[in-house]
């Protein structure tokens, strides 16, 4: 285990609610609330073609910008990936991205995660439908294997089953 140094204060203690501004931000970065029922609405309004192709970008999107905040973490962590993480499930639920518990199997990294919002507020699909958790850990794997990776859902909430199950695996 490399030395941690400092440690990481938790994602709701450094996020600044900067009412002047109207903005809030965890160091440089910049979030903003929406209602997770907006945002999957929008997907739900489009025809299925067009609908695959923007939750493909969401994916996307969440692997380009999730990569920097990993490699954020992983700075503050002296580049434990394993540290990281244990962050990353300590985070998530204070993101109101649900609960996540990853499992190394192999060379193949796992993904558990409990009542997620994107499923939630989707309601059901044919499809699974948590591309920006699927985006969120090919970041994560591209860092635990030290190569890129490429991630799938396996099973959605939306589709009836308990949990959504991902996995992720080198390119
Ligand atoms: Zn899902």
Known sequence: MADAGEPVP???????FDDAAGELRDGARRYLLLRPDALMAMFRLLPPDTRALTLGALEQAVHQQGSDSARAYLAHSGG????????IERTSPQLGWGTWRFEADGDRLRL?????????????????VCHAVKGMLRGLADL????????SELQCSAQHHATCTFEARAA
């Open 10 to 16: 938790a994602f709701k203690d450094r996020l600044v």
């Open 144 to 151: 635990w294997l030290g190569r890129p990776a490429q991630s």
């Open 112 to 128: 558990e995660v409990r009542n997620s919002p994107f499923a939630h507020a989707f309601g059901l699909s044919e499809q699974p």
């Open 80 to 87: 434990d990936v394993e540290m990281l993480l244990t962050i």
